[in-house]
């Protein structure tokens, strides 16, 4: 079966300062992908997704995330963070013929000032 | 971007009675819809899988006579939470498939809180 893990419970970062969060993946095909933010209270916003084709997709509120298959990762990346990024981060897979998101455990991230 | 709208946001019921959550698809056709569960500080929970004009696949564990789903037609999914406990309590959030879309994109509503008393 299908799994996704994210390695960081927590990430506080600084304002200003660049994010990397990290979701590795098991599933024997290559998965449709996608990263969600949440924000406290609220439902879940699609930041980004990868399919097929180029590695590098970029998202909305300037994220990106990176697919590599040889390290089953796709992981998120800021360059710098804003004081609104502060919410929690799901990443998450559907297998290519399947309907189901599979969720990672999110990563909440804090920002200092 | 594609929108996926839940109504109430809030709502607070007497236990024992009945509650319904709609799940809509604003801009888009979603024959499968899911709803999720979210415990605080904790990831979302899948419930059912709602398919339009039929049955909802339910989660082992998942109550389907408690938890009544109908998914009547292509923009409209709800959640009906029957007889209403405390332990119901918690914040339900819905999802759409785009038929539309490319792959499988997934869209999610904006969440709803139950609060039993």
């Known amino acids: 079966a299908q799994s996704v893990t994210q390695p960081d419970i927590h990430i506080t970062v600084s304002e200003g300062a660049s994010l990397e969060l990290r979701c590795n993946y098991s599933y024997g095909a290559t998965p449709y992908l996608f990263w969600y933010v949440q924000s406290p209270g609220q439902g879940l916003q699609l930041l980004l997704k990868?399919?097929?084709?180029?590695?590098l997709v970029q998202g909305i509120k300037g994220f990106e995330a990176e697919f590599k298959r040889s390290q089953s990762s796709f992981n998120l990346r800021k360059p710098s963070v804003h004081w609104s990024d502060a919410a929690e981060y799901f990443c998450a897979l559907i297998k290519a013929a399947g309907n189901k998101l599979t969720f990672g455990g999110g990563t909440r991230v804090l920002v200092k000032p | 971007g594609a929108v996926v709208s839940q109504h109430p946001s809030w709502v607070i019921c007497k236990s024992g009675t009945s509650v319904k959550i709609e799940c809509r698809s604003l801009d888009f056709q979603a024959t499968t819809m899911f709803w999720y569960r979210q415990f605080p500080k904790q990831s979302l929970m899948l419930m059912a899988t709602?398919?339009?004009?039929?049955?909802?696949?339910?989660e082992q564990g998942v109550e389907k006579d408690k938890f009544l789903i109908n998914h009547a037609s292509l923009t409209l999914s709800t959640l009906t939470v029957t007889s209403a406990h405390p332990e119901d309590s918690s914040f339900y959030i819905c999802?759409?498939?785009?038929?539309?879309?490319?792959?499988?994109?997934?869209?999610f509503g904006e969440g709803s809180w139950l609060t039993v008393v």
């Open positions: 709602s398919n339009e004009g039929s049955k909802a696949t339910y």
């Open positions: 990868y399919f097929s084709g180029d590695t």
């Open positions: 999802s759409a498939r785009d038929d539309g879309g490319p792959g499988n994109t997934i869209y």
